[in-house]
């Protein structure tokens, strides 16, 4: 594999000498192996996210709320009238790792089933037959190999992309990203840079198990040297997969599996994100809601409800898992003086933990009520999907939180 890698790295330096400096980012936004089980969904014209097809046939249900519910009621017809092409979710991680791997010839992919097949979301989906074998390299399945052999990769120049057939795989690799890809740049006294992409999809699904719907945020978080980010749109999605790859420092990126099928309008020129920054989805004045990745859709739901009954929340996707945008999320609670931080991962060192003790420690003069979280039990996963549904936040609970928090006066 070493060998692989550094005819990858010399065929690399003879067809381009461009180098990249991270400094110099310009950011346009502010700042054949199968899964066991395929979840496959379908966006209708209204914008509501249906299954249609399953392995046992379970008639089709209604997941989850628009994709893009800052404009839940826009039209068809006037969204089909905006600049840009439309992207599911998935197509769009692709479309901005093709960008990399044409822009960048050091840009590299590996793992299980990443080539001819196109990976298990068809995320790398013809990359292989554009890039070759070298580029696109599938793997045995062996995480804690692949993931080190990509982390000795980046030492030594590169800039790997590695993909996780389902997050919770990859804790096979947990030596290799904490050990070595967290740490290796203080270990080494700077002397190595490790642009390493590690990504894959992960989150409650549709009765997936316990296994297979695991959220690692809260695993990897205490990671010194690791930078963690979660999609919720097709616009963020291709945006913070290209700032990822261009990032200097090792970064995780979250997708979630019932997000790959939602639609969105994007622009046709170049964008990227910025790393380390929050998405303000809705301005409000009563409460801060703080949520990513698929509790957004459930907190846009709920707000229906909330907006009717007369409430105004803000509602903020934090997207930067580690660190936290602070500025974003301090002036809104400065605004609304309540939080509510809804999240999928769970309850015991979570996410949402970590955001209390941040608020708390840096804005708790500002607060009028205590900091609600709303996670997922501390149980595992159940099949059963009425079980399944019950471990997760749902929006009546949400409601309940917000009308709460704002009878505090």
């Not at 002397?191 to 959220?215: C, D």
């Not at 690791?226 to 999609?231: F, H, T």
């Not at 229906?304 to 945008?325: A, H, M, Q, T, W």
Request: proline share 5%.
């Amino acid at each position: 594999m070493a060998v692989v890698f550094q005819a990858t790295g010399a065929a690399a330096a003879s067809s381009s000498t461009t180098i990249f400096d991270s400094k110099r980012i310009q950011f346009s936004h502010l700042r054949s192996l199968s899964e066991r089980k395929t979840i496959c969904c379908a966006v209708r014209s209204d914008g509501r996210l249906y299954s249609v097809s399953s392995p046992r046939g379970r008639k089709a249900e209604p997941l989850i709320a628009n994709a893009v519910a800052t404009k839940a009621d826009s039209s068809t017809a006037s969204a089909a009238s905006k600049p840009g092409h439309e992207l599911l979710l998935y197509e769009a991680l692709r479309e901005g790792l093709e960008e990399e791997m044409e822009r960048d010839p050091i840009v590299c992919v590996v793992g299980e089933d990443v080539g001819h097949y196109g990976g298990s979301y068809k995320v790398t989906k013809d990359l292989a037959d554009k890039y070759g074998d070298l580029r696109v390299l599938d793997t045995p399945i062996a995480e804690n190999s692949f993931t080190g052999m990509a982390i000795g990769a980046a030492m030594t120049g590169l800039r790997p992309i590695v993909e996780g057939m389902n997050m919770g795989f990859l804790l096979l690799a947990f030596n290799q990203i904490s050990n070595n890809c967290g740490m290796l740049h203080y270990t080494s006294g700077g002397q190595f840079t490790l642009p390493v992409v590690i990504r894959g999809p992960g989150g409650v699904g549709r009765q997936l198990g316990a296994e297979h719907s695991q959220r690692l945020e809260s695993y990897f978080q205490s990671i010194p040297g690791i930078q963690m980010v979660a999609c919720s749109t097709p616009y963020n999605a291709k945006g913070l997969m290209k700032a990822a790859i261009r990032s200097e420092n090792p970064v995780i990126l979250f997708e979630h599996v019932l997000l790959y099928n939602l639609k969105e309008r994007i622009p046709d020129e170049e964008y990227v994100c910025n790393l380390q920054e929050a998405e303000m989805v809705r301005p409000g004045v009563h409460v801060t809601i703080l949520t990513y990745s698929r509790m957004r859709y459930h907190v846009m739901e709920a707000l229906k409800i909330l907006v009717n009954k007369g409430y105004d929340p803000e509602v903020i996707d934090i997207r930067s898992l580690k660190p936290f945008d602070l500025y974003t999320i301090g002036n809104s609670v400065k605004k609304t003086h309540r939080v509510l931080i809804v999240e999928e991962c769970m309850r015991t060192g979570g996410i949402g933990a970590s955001l209390t003790a941040a608020i708390i420690e840096n804005f708790n003069d500002y607060l009028d009520a205590e900091i609600v979280c709303l996670s997922s039990q501390d149980v595992p996963t159940p099949y059963a999907k009425p079980l399944e549904d019950w471990t997760v936040v749902q929006p009546p609970k949400i409601v309940a939180a917000v009308e709460q928090l704002c009878q505090h006066k």
